[in-house]
Nanobody, 121 residues
Framework: QVQLVESGGGLVQAGGSLRLSCVAS????????MAWYRQAPGKQREMVAR???????NYADSVKGRFTISRDNAKNTVYLQMNSLNTEDTAVYYC???????????????WGQGTQVTVSS
């Protein structure tokens, strides 16, 4: 069984910063891509940032230049540094990981429970 546990959410004023962390635990051989998604009330879940095991990174246009994703492969952990936050960043943020269990490199999608980020004006 695999668990993804996010932390670091909270309430922050516009212009402020937060750092999210997500730790994957369980019988994990390795992890391919790790990503952060978010879902605001009444909106669809959207990808915020994604990082492959090799370090290739993609960002949503709305967060480029403000958010930074990174990972520590040894700790099965992904981070999201969020700077210059604005009210439109308010959402529940979810961690996603493609977990590999066997030698084939086939991965399986796992999600965290989500952490609330609220940006006040």
């Amino acid at each position: 069984q695999v668990q993804l546990v996010e932390s670091g959410g909270g309430l922050v004023q516009a212009g402020g910063s937060l750092r999210l962390s997500c730790v994957a635990s369980g019988s994990i051989r390795s992890i391919n891509a790790m990503a952060w998604y978010r879902q605001a009330p009444g909106k669809q879940r959207e990808m915020v940032a994604r990082i492959t095991s090799g370090g290739r990174i993609n960002y949503a246009d709305s967060v480029k230049g403000r958010f930074t994703i990174s990972r520590d492969n040894a700790k099965n952990t992904v981070y999201l540094q969020m700077n210059s936050l604005n009210t439109e960043d308010t959402a529940v943020y979810y961690c996603n990981a493609g977990v590999v269990f066997g030698p084939s490199r086939r991965d399986y999608d796992y999600w965290g429970q989500g952490t609330q980020v609220t940006v006040s004006s």
